[in-house]
């Protein structure tokens, strides 16, 4: 009975077609017009492409959300300047004042929120990348655009609130140590983290959006890594204290976040010489390149999908 | 006559997709940890099979009403041809990229409307070049105003429609999928937003347009698909669908 339905419903259509398409193939008559799959995945090239070609909508997405962010707030975008110092206020409080611990550091403060500054980039691009396709939903099952705008977009946002911690870690140190040269080398030290940083959002921005659980296990991932990678201590002297042998140091100093911190307290503290990782350069670099790439292909084999939810 | 030209092909497309079906039990972390350790795999989400062995073919010119009862799987069938859910089997084959317009398109609540337009506008891939040469267009078709400066937040639901159906019809489509959009706005929007789908069919475009109005299919529409649980019931000129499609209702109350 439901079949016959069917059945003349798929008549009623044939009957209405016009010319000799009803009997040829559906897929050999859409391939003779040159239509194409509407749910097909573009090759990588012609998505890096579209991409490129969305940047403005990158761009201005991360800029509207920033406003939004603190829309609501009778100091709007004030926050931006005042959660980071904020932030750094407690840590100095409770880590440099209530428990001391100098760790025989000369400019404790400057190497404690150079660690945070440098470790919060990377944990907010992933928390809240996580949470970059779930939460637009309705806007990706509404607009045909390649879905890596969104999570790049976030992390433009953070890039955006990086640079201003960044200044006002300037306005610290430069007040502490004085100006050097030396600073700019903070600058590719954060092309460096932003690579990492797109490559680890656009991973969890895929995971995040078919097990949502994710964003609920995600804080005790990084804060297990917060207290990892030698944040609030100097690693070569943590090491030193328990009497490691010489290559758990190499082994530690592959954590990228280490990297990255040490890159940037090279770039700003004095006497850093001596907290310094080795290879942090190169180790950077590698993680850089290697999360970029494989987060990108990662995402876009998946951009089918990402309507389904 | 010359062959007509197609433009959306579905073969035999069915559409599967999960939900979750709220918690399972009581809800409470007993239950759901017994659930875990009795392996059961998360009873709570289920499976929807919305759009069960559709074929069509749509050609140039052609305006489609979709009708069904709500739950028929018209909006999903929508989705699927803009191709943002991907069916589960068979095909759907489009020439060219299909836009789809519909209540629940989401914007920005936080931002103000002349925001939302460029943001918008950026999505579908325009230049901010063509944006600022389109914006005031968009604006007036709206007709909303001087609320264009407040937060999208402030609009009402018949106005949230209208800039939505605004911008989405800034660009030219060749495909163009109408869900609902026009079921919110007041009567002068209706009319205008029906003569603006008129004007794209005449473009040669092609027209899909899910409404429970059926005086709009039979106005706007030369075709219509009325969809029932997911099957295709029907599908054929506009006035016989729609006759059929009233028979039933009627009969059935």
Avoid at chain 1, 79 to 99: D, E, H, K, R, S
Avoid at chain 1, 225 to 240: Q, R, V
Wanted: hydrophobic share 50%; charged share 20%.
């Amino acid at each position: 009975m439901w079949g016959c339905r069917v059945r003349a419903a798929r008549l009623t259509r044939m009957s209405n077609a016009a010319g000799p398409a009803e009997t040829v193939d559906l897929a050999a008559l859409a391939e003779r017009h040159g239509l194409s799959r509407s749910s097909a995945r573009p090759p990588l090239g012609g998505y890096l492409r579209e991409l490129w070609g969305r940047r403005q909508f990158i761009v201005s997405y991360a800029r509207a959300r920033t406003y939004a962010m603190y829309a609501g707030a009778r100091l709007g975008s004030v926050w931006q300047v005042l959660t980071p110092l904020m932030n750094a206020g407690v840590y100095y409080l409770a880590f440099g004042v209530l428990l001391g611990t100098k760790n025989g550091i000369d400019n404790y403060a400057a190497f404690l929120i150079c660690g945070m500054f440098v470790f919060t980039y990377t944990q907010r691009s992933m928390t809240e990348g996580s949470r970059a396709l779930a939460l637009n939903m309705s806007l990706i099952r509404t607009l045909h655009f390649p879905r890596a705008t969104l999570p790049l977009a976030y992390v433009v946002n953070e890039l955006n609130q990086m640079a201003v911690s960044m200044g006002i870690l300037f306005v610290l140190v430069g007040v502490t140590d004085g100006l050097a040269w030396s600073w700019f080398l903070v600058v590719p030290a954060l092309v460096l983290q932003t690579m990492f940083n797109l490559g680890m959002t656009l991973i969890f921005a895929r995971i995040g959006t078919f097990v949502s659980d994710i964003s609920q296990l995600l804080p005790f991932v990084t804060r297990t890594w917060l207290y990892a990678s030698g944040i609030f201590f100097s690693i070569p002297d943590k090491l030193a204290d328990l009497d490691a042998p010489g290559w758990v140091i190499h082994v530690l100093a592959l954590n990228p976040i280490s990297a990255y911190i040490d890159l940037v307290r090279r770039a700003l503290l004095d006497q850093h010489e001596q907290h310094a990782l080795p290879n942090a350069w190169p180790i950077a670099a590698a993680w850089a390149v290697v999360v970029l790439a494989g987060g990108f292909v990662f995402f876009w084999r998946a951009e089918d999908r990402y309507g389904r939810g | 006559m010359a062959e007509p030209v197609p433009t959306v092909i579905a073969d035999d497309v069915n559409i599967i997709y999960k939900v979750i079906a709220g918690q399972g039990g009581k809800g409470t972390a007993a239950t759901a940890f017994r659930r875990i350790l009795k392996r059961q795999d998360r009873p709570t989400i289920r499976e929807v099979h919305a759009v069960k062995n559709v074929t069509f073919t749509a050609y140039k010119g052609d305006a489609i009403g979709v009708i069904g009862r709500n739950g028929s799987g018209k909006s999903t069938l929508l989705r699927a041809i803009a191709g943002l859910l991907p069916p589960a089997s068979g095909a759907i084959y489009t020439g060219g990229q299909p836009s789809l317009l519909g209540v629940n398109a989401a914007m920005m609540n936080d931002l103000t409307g002349d925001r939302n337009v460029v943001l918008g506008c950026l999505a579908m891939g325009m230049s901010s070049a063509e944006i600022a040469a389109r914006y005031d267009e968009i604006v007036e078709f709206s007709g909303i105003g001087d609320f264009i400066d407040l937060p999208m937040s402030t609009y009402s639901s018949g106005m949230a429609a209208r800039l939505k159906f605004a911008i989405a019809s800034a660009k030219t489509h060749d495909i163009l999928l109408v869900d609902e959009a026009l079921a919110t706005g007041d009567a002068e929007f209706r009319v205008r937003s029906e003569q603006k789908i008129k004007d794209l069919r005449a473009e040669a475009g092609t027209v899909f347009l899910v409404s429970h109005s059926l005086d709009v299919v039979l106005d706007t529409c030369n075709r219509a698909i009325w969809l029932d649980k997911g099957t295709l019931r029907l599908d054929g000129d506009a006035r016989e669908v729609v006759a059929a499609y009233t028979r039933e209702t009627t009969a059935n109350r």
